[in-house]
């Protein structure tokens, strides 16, 4: 169910990485067996590196896991959520953004 999925355990398995991984080479993913597109698709905000789904081709057939399976359709539905998610994310930069240009302005300056 929706309530059980916890994206926040993604930081706290980074948090736990970092301590044990001075080099921080591990990235975190995530597996999910939620229904639905949404958990997988945010889990990339949580911080997951890796995000995996459940195919299928036909929801009528009794595969294990069918019933959370996501179908071509879903699929690409969740794959451009993350991609999207990706781009709203940014580069974290605190800079102003090219198109904020024009609006310099009315940005408060502080020295």
Known sequence: PINNVNLSAINSLKD???IN??????KIGYSDHSDGIDAPAYSVL???SVVEKHFTL???TQAPD???SANAYQFANMVNMIRKHEIIMGDGSLYPQNIE???KIFRRITT
């Open 16 to 18: 736990f990485v970092k």
């Open 21 to 26: 991984s001075p080099n921080n080479i591990i």
């Open 46 to 48: 949580a911080g997951a």
């Open 58 to 60: 036909d929801h009528n």
């Open 66 to 68: 069918n019933s959370v």
């Open 101 to 103: 240009s024009s609006a």
